[in-house]
Each structure stands twice: as C-alpha cells, then as structure tokens.
C-alpha cells in the first residue's frame, strides 16, 4: 500500500513558474514508477508526465513537454513537478500517482495509488 499527498499548489499568473511535490509513504517506495495527471472541470483525466523508478526515464504529455519537468527523490520518498511558462490551459486538479513495475505508462488505467488531488489555477 502506498499513499500520496500532494503540495505547492495554488494561484499564480499566466507565464509564471510553480512546483508541486508529491510525499509518499508505504513500502517499497522506489519499486514503483511515478506520475502525475491532471483534470479540469468538465474535461477528462489527462496524462501530464511520468518517471521510471531509477529516475533515468521520463515521459511528458504533448502539452506540457517542453514546459513542465519531473523529477523525483528516493532517498526523500517524494517526487516533484516543476512546471513553467503557466499558461491558463494548465488550469486544473494536479494528481500525483504510482504504480508497480517498470513500466512508464500514460494510462490512467495502468495506475495503482492516487493522491487526493491539488489545485493549480492559472490566471491570465
């Protein structure tokens, strides 16, 4: 079993930086590989990024890469996404998540553990 809770969301401007962090705790914390996904209102959960338990491997939606970086601390039980050049698209609930394997998987269903969930709102 492993938990997730998410930090560092908030308000912020179109153009400006924010970073989340995701705690974890449970067993075996570094057997799994980590992501984050997104939901805004009205709209369905979507893939934003994803990285291999080592840290050597990431994977980022169309519409973040270039812009939105994770990263992740074993040592720390935490994993981080630091996210640039906001634009008011990026607006919506950011959702730490993690699953068993090796796998960097962009499927929701793939998935085993869910934070709650934290708010990012992004004004222009």
């Known amino acids: 079993q492993v938990q997730l809770v998410e930090s560092g969301g908030g308000t912020v401007q179109a153009g400006d930086s924010l970073r989340l962090s995701c705690a974890g705790s449970?067993?075996?914390?570094?057997?799994?590989?980590m992501g984050w996904f997104r939901q805004a209102p009205g709209k369905d959960r979507e893939f934003v990024a994803a990285?291999?338990?080592?840290?050597?491997?990431?994977v980022y939606g169309d519409s973040v890469k270039g812009r939105f970086t994770i990263s992740r601390d074993n040592a720390k039980d935490t994993a981080s996404l630091q996210m640039m050049r906001l634009e008011p698209e990026d607006t919506a609930v950011y959702i730490c998540?993690?699953?068993?394997?090796?796998?960097?998987?962009?499927?929701?269903?793939?998935?085993?553990?869910w934070g709650q969930g934290i708010q990012v709102t992004v004004s222009s």
């Open positions: 998540t993690a699953r068993i394997g090796t796998v960097v998987t962009r499927v929701a269903g793939n998935y085993d553990w």
């Open positions: 449970g067993r075996d914390w570094n057997r799994n590989v």
């Open positions: 990285i291999s338990r080592e840290g050597d491997k990431t």
